[in-house]
């Protein structure tokens, strides 16, 4: 599959990119079905996956680590995002700086992996600067 440019980043991407959305709870719970979806995405030319921290709570992330676990990361380009309720506790959400330096340690414990490729603000934070977002973006 011909690769593309991911913006100025210097990143080479598939054109298209498995959405792992549906991956858990939210759609198929079955972690071994999931698992051998991204398989064939990546066996047909896909580097490119994207997930996010609040879909199924965690578990398409933690789909997606045990789908890359084995030697299959390093030629994946890995977006991830955060923003959504987590938990009960109204700091567990948005994009304030708390949130985000916790937020991205949690996505790399579930997606067994030392760095995320693109990380993501999910939505808009009308309670947070974005000044204070990107800073905390910034630092990681």
């Not at 309720?85 to 030392?114: F, H, I, K, P, Y």
């Amino acid at each position: 599959m011909e690769l593309r440019a991911l913006g100025r980043t210097g990143v080479q991407v598939s054109p298209l990119c498995l959405g792992a959305m549906m991956f858990g709870a939210w759609g198929n719970a079955d972690h071994e079905e999931s698992i051998r979806i991204i398989h064939r995405a990546l066996d047909a030319g896909v580097n490119f996956i994207d997930t996010a921290d609040v879909y199924s709570g965690g578990e398409s992330e933690q789909i997606v680590g045990k789908a890359l676990a084995g030697g299959r990361r390093e030629n994946v380009v890995l977006a991830t995002k955060f923003h959504g309720s987590m938990g009960e506790d109204a700091n567990e959400a948005g994009n304030a700086r708390r949130w985000v330096m916790r937020e991205v340690e949690a996505s790399l414990r579930r997606l067994q992996t030392d760095w995320i490729d693109l990380y993501q603000v999910h939505r808009w934070d009308p309670w947070t600067d974005h000044e204070e977002t990107l800073g905390a973006l910034s630092d990681l």
